[in-house]
Nanobody, 124 residues
Framework: QVQLVESGGGLVQAGGSLRLSCAAS????????MGWFRQGPGKEREFVAS????????YYADSVKGRFTISRDNAKNTVYLQMNNLKPEDTAVYCCAVRRIGGVAIRSNDYDYWGQGTQVTVSS
């Protein structure tokens, strides 16, 4: 079992930045792929970004490409999501997820464990 706890969410004005963290416990995630997903009000959950086990491969949704950066620190068992130039449409609950396969993935069904999420609200 892997437990995931997100932090770093909050209220920010459009154009601002936030850095989300996802701390894992229970076992090391150093060989696992990781992802970030979000669910906005009245919307379905959508893929945001994914990173492979080493950090050498990443993949982003078109809507965040060039603005968001996913990274990981395996020594700290933590994954990050740096979000720059935030827009009101980025408002959502952001959740991290881990998959027991080391590569990137964009489908939520490809992930095995999920955090509870952290709220990000971007005001216009």
């Amino acid at each position: 079992q892997v437990q995931l706890v997100e932090s770093g969410g909050g209220l920010v004005q459009a154009g601002g930045s936030l850095r989300l963290s996802c701390a894992a416990s229970g076992r090391t995630i150093s060989t696992y792929g990781m992802g970030w997903f979000r669910q906005g009000p009245g919307k379905e959950r959508e893929f945001v970004a994914s990173i492979n086990w080493s950090g050498g491969a990443t993949y982003y949704a078109d809507s965040v490409k060039g603005r968001f950066t996913i990274s990981r620190d395996n020594a700290k068992n933590t994954v990050y999501l740096q979000m720059n130039n935030l827009k009101p449409e980025d408002t959502a609950v952001y959740c991290c997820a881990v998959r027991r396969i080391g590569g990137v993935a964009i489908r939520s069904n490809d992930y095995d464990y999920w955090g509870q999420g952290t709220q990000v609200t971007v005001s216009s």
